[in-house]
């Protein structure tokens, strides 16, 4: 098993003796968590003391999965690229056994056409020619997953970010059936999940693909995208043995001014009830369906602080 460096920074979880009664009721198919562990906002939260951001980028994720509410976490970093065999290796010695991680997959395999931001340099704008290029996911991503963090890897996200052009529908879903019909039988043990940004792909044969690869549609409380009680009403929209929540931000709100809004991340700016409402029907819709794993991923920018939100949603799913 890899070993942590030495004379990693000490760092603490901070747990509430309600933390531990509620996270005892809590069914454990059900795996919250939130994206990402570094915020120095979390601390007498998440973290006990006076953690840096740089010891929780070092140390931060052994305490966080410590912490008994917090059965899964968000690894967002891979989204900007692929993570190293050391990366994951080091991920790996600081959880237990059991603990799953959602990992996102490199956007330069789920990005269509690249927006117009500084990082794409010329390619802004541009359609991408290596859009769900199955060799390269499988090659330059999924392979380090299976041999240095196959024993915590949870479903894997392929995020789809607007940009200035999306897909036809009929030449996405070809382009899905041919990346996970290449896929789905290298990686067996693999869990996929796809997450639209744009509500016109979400059309019945989306759901029908991935139901023939045992793949999930990731219920993403997203700026503009349909609540995640009228995803759920869509015909079939639950096609996999796991469902992947990811809760963002509030409808019509963008990232960026919700960040200004929220940070530094220490407590509830405002709660949402009507999205907790909707996390608890996606519950029950999951369990009536026989789910073997509901991951729901909470960002910060839902309702000011991750973590609280995560025990709040807790208290609603514990029986």
Not at 18 to 30: F, G, H, K, Q
Not at 215 to 223: G, L, T
């Amino acid at each position: 098993m890899p070993q942590l460096p030495l004379f990693l920074p000490r760092v603490e979880p901070h747990v509430e003796p309600d933390d531990v009664t509620l996270a005892a009721r809590l069914p454990p198919w059900i795996r919250l968590g939130t994206s990402s562990w570094t915020f120095t906002g979390w601390r007498g939260i998440v973290y006990d003391g006076a953690p840096t951001q740089a010891d929780l980028v070092q140390a931060g994720l052994a305490a966080y999965a410590r912490h008994p509410l917090f059965r899964t976490v968000g690894i967002d970093r891979s989204y900007y690229g692929p993570l190293t065999h050391e990366e994951l290796a080091a991920y790996a010695a600081q959880l237990p056994e059991g603990f799953f991680c959602v990992t996102k997959i490199w956007d330069e395999a789920t990005t269509f056409a690249f927006p117009a931001h500084p990082r794409f340099g010329a390619r802004a704008g541009k359609l991408n020619p290596r859009f769900f290029d199955a060799a390269m996911v499988r090659d330059e991503v999924l392979a380090a997953y299976e041999d240095a963090f196959a024993g915590h890897a949870g479903p894997f996200v392929f995020e789809l970010a607007p940009g200035p052009a999306h897909p036809e529908v009929g030449a996405f879903t070809r382009a899905l059936e041919g990346l996970l019909g290449a896929l789905a039988p290298r990686f067996p043990r693999f869990r996929f999940a796809f997450e639209l940004r744009t509500r016109e792909l979400l059309v019945p044969r989306y759901f029908d693909v991935l139901r023939a690869y045992g793949a999930a549609h990731v219920f993403n409380w997203w700026s503009f995208m349909p609540s995640l009680r009228e995803q759920l009403r869509l015909p079939g929209a639950l096609t996999a043995r796991f469902c992947v929540a990811r809760i963002m931000v509030p409808p019509g709100l963008r990232y960026e001014d919700r960040e200004k809004e929220c940070a530094p991340f220490d407590k509830i700016v405002r709660e949402e009830p009507e999205m907790r409402d909707d996390v608890e029907a996606l519950a029950r819709a999951c369990k009536a369906a026989g789910m073997k794993a509901l991951f729901v991923l909470v960002n910060n920018k839902a309702e000011g602080c991750s973590p609280l939100t995560v025990r709040a949603l807790a208290a609603r799913l514990a029986p």
